[in-house]
């Protein structure tokens, strides 16, 4: 199962059952979990911790070092959850000292081709990344989120559980959970209706969500009535109290 073409080192761990392609360089302090497809040509460099059942296609650069010029060789790492596809020509790197010196990736996950998930991110469960969409550093992706084709996430921003990022949007602000982001600079374009619909959202929660956006984004208030509004709407929402909080709990802009 472990191709004898590939290059392994003797500080690795591989689980068993582990899958590895040909010309592929597994190197020191790299943990790859049971049941993982690592295809041919891959680079995984450690320390990375890769759980269950991941998938990694041909020529993907996995676990290398962060892309910052502060970076000394300092053992900073990488770790995957469960059940991700990572596909040809994605870039993952590791974190970095100035942060927690950590970047980590949920389960579930579907990274599509040439994906850049630069040092420290943190991306949640069940994502969605298009072909060529780019992080930089230090980014949080929440749950359920999808970056379309060519969009661009600006360094320290937070993208919401459930937003979604339109073909080539170029974020450089906080995009708040179930809002549908686009253009560059990356504008509000609405409610993710269709993705809560695919995720099993019932009129009633969407229909909360729609008076949130509507109080957040239509209403003329400005940020801090509407999130006065937002906390109140919450009580008997909880998928509104998600929102509210998103919005109390950074100091950071969003994009209005």
Same mark, same amino acid.
Request: contains cysteine; aromatic residues 6%.
């Given at each position: 199962?472990?191709?004898? /073409?590939?290059?392994?080192?003797?500080?690795?761990? $591989?689980? *068993?059952?582990?899958?590895?392609?040909? +010309?592929?360089?597994?190197?020191?302090?790299?943990?790859?979990? %049971?049941?993982?497809?690592?295809? %041919?040509?891959? #680079?995984?460099?450690?320390? @990375?911790?890769?759980?269950?059942?991941? /998938? $990694?296609?041909?020529?993907?650069?996995?676990?290398?070092?962060?892309?910052?010029?502060?970076?000394?060789?300092?053992? @900073?790492?990488?770790? $995957?959850?469960?059940?991700?596809?990572?596909?040809?020509?994605?870039? !993952?790197? /590791?974190?970095?000292?100035?942060?927690?010196?950590? @970047?980590?990736?949920?389960?579930?996950?579907?990274?599509?081709?040439? #994906?850049?998930?630069?040092?420290?991110?943190?991306?949640?469960?069940?994502? #969605?990344?298009?072909?060529?969409?780019?992080?930089?550093?230090?980014?949080?992706? *929440?749950?359920?989120?999808? &970056?379309?084709?060519?969009?661009?996430?600006?360094?320290?921003?937070?993208?919401?559980?459930?937003? +979604? &990022?339109?073909?080539?949007?170029?974020?450089?602000?906080?995009?708040?959970?179930?809002?549908?982001?686009?253009?560059?600079?990356?504008?509000?374009?609405? &409610?993710?209706? *269709?993705?809560?619909?695919?995720?099993?959202?019932?009129?009633?929660? #969407?229909?909360?969500?729609?008076?949130?956006?509507?109080? !957040?984004?239509?209403?003329? &208030? /400005?940020?801090?009535?509407?999130?006065?509004? !937002?906390?109140? !709407?919450?009580?008997?929402? %909880?998928?509104?109290?998600?929102?509210?909080?998103?919005?109390?709990?950074?100091?950071?802009?969003?994009?209005?």
């Amino acid at each position: 199962m472990i191709d004898p /073409r590939a290059i392994i080192d003797s500080g690795a761990q $591989i689980a *068993e059952g582990v899958r590895i392609g040909p +010309f592929s360089v597994i190197g020191a302090g790299v943990e790859i979990g %049971p049941e993982c497809t690592i295809g %041919p040509h891959v #680079v995984i460099k450690g320390p @990375t911790r890769i759980g269950r059942g991941n /998938r $990694i296609y041909q020529f993907a650069s996995i676990g290398d070092d962060p892309q910052d010029k502060k970076y000394r060789g300092e053992p @900073t790492r990488l770790e $995957i959850g469960d059940d991700n596809t990572i596909r040809e020509y994605c870039t !993952l790197n /590791r974190g970095t000292v100035q942060d927690h010196g950590v @970047t980590r990736i949920g389960s579930r996950n579907w990274i599509m081709a040439y #994906v850049h998930i630069a040092h420290d991110c943190v991306l949640g469960d069940d994502i #969605v990344m298009a072909n060529n969409a780019s992080l930089a550093g230090h980014v949080q992706i *929440e749950d359920c989120a999808i &970056l379309g084709g060519f969009a661009m996430v600006h360094q320290f921003c937070k993208i919401g559980a459930h937003a +979604f &990022l339109q073909f080539a949007a170029g974020v450089n602000r906080d995009v708040p959970p179930f809002v549908v982001a686009s253009g560059i600079p990356a504008r509000p374009a609405g &409610l993710n209706t *269709e993705g809560l619909r695919r995720h099993g959202f019932d009129a009633d929660r #969407v229909g909360a969500l729609k008076k949130a956006y509507k109080l !957040l984004y239509r209403s003329g &208030l /400005r940020l801090e009535q509407a999130r006065a509004e !937002l906390a109140a !709407l919450a009580v008997d929402h %909880p998928d509104v109290a998600r929102f509210s909080h998103f919005l109390e709990s950074n100091p950071r802009s969003i994009i209005r």
